[in-house]
């Protein structure tokens, strides 16, 4: 099983709609969690990060963790065509400096 | 700040070459990380270090791959001989102290070996 899984995509919604990202992971202690945007030939930047079970929200993003199912997703509301990009998951699996353990990421579309 | 510097944003060498890719960290960050991205294999770790020691290069793939980290502000990921399997976006991140903080990353280095 690998580490960290999410579906490749792409995943294609119209402008406007709520874009389901999801994300689970194989190491249950893992500490903290974090979804990442990566545009084309752009590095990956951080958009939200969630270290407790539940919802977290950040204008049009919610992250939800659940630590049980060991699972990770990432809605976003309304979603504009400057979505369009591949969200990374990444997982820390131990306290200290670790190094981020990435999904492949998924690819979303949004479509005008 | 002006982030994780990355240099040179792209390389194109003739195999048997020898690549060297620069880092600048983040100040204040005492963790830095050296990815691989690939379309097949997604972001992959390479090596990584902690207040400049190197903690774990298991991910570098092979001898020819050599990474060093000689102050808290500067590190270099060193490919020699290079191969055209070797071609792919280098990124290099860094990170401040604390079990909750995020990577920071480079611009990326785009390495073309042919």
């Known amino acids: 099983q690998k580490e960290v899984e999410q579906n490749s995509g792409p995943l294609s919604v119209p402008e406007g709609a709520i874009a389901s990202l999801n994300c689970t992971y194989s190491d249950r202690g893992s500490q903290s969690f974090f979804w990442y945007r990566q545009y084309s030939g752009k590095s990956p930047e951080l958009i939200m990060s969630i270290y407790s079970n539940g919802d977290k929200e950040d204008g049009r993003f919610t992250a939800q963790l659940n630590k049980a199912s060991q699972y990770v997703s990432l809605l976003i509301r309304d979603s504009q065509p400057s979505d369009s990009a591949t969200y990374l998951c990444?997982?820390?699996?131990?306290?200290?400096?670790?190094?981020?353990?990435f999904g492949k990421g998924t690819r979303l579309s949004v479509i005008a | 700040d002006a982030g994780v510097i990355q240099s040179p944003r792209h390389e194109v060498t003739e195999m048997g070459q020898e690549v060297t890719l620069r880092c600048k960290p983040i100040?204040?960050?005492?963790?830095l990380f050296w990815y691989r991205q690939t379309m097949m294999r997604g972001l992959e770790l390479l090596i990584y270090f902690n207040n400049n020691v190197p903690i774990d290069d298991s991910g570098m793939p092979e001898d020819r791959f050599s990474a060093k980290m000689p102050n808290a502000s500067f590190s270099t990921l060193k490919i020699q001989p290079s191969e055209p399997r070797d071609s792919a976006v280098y990124f290099c991140a860094s990170r401040s102290p604390g079990d909750y903080t995020e990577a920071f990353f480079g611009q990326g280095t785009r390495l073309t070996v042919v």
């Open positions: 100040s204040g960050h005492n963790s």
């Open positions: 990444a997982v820390n699996k131990a306290s200290g400096n670790t190094p981020l353990v």
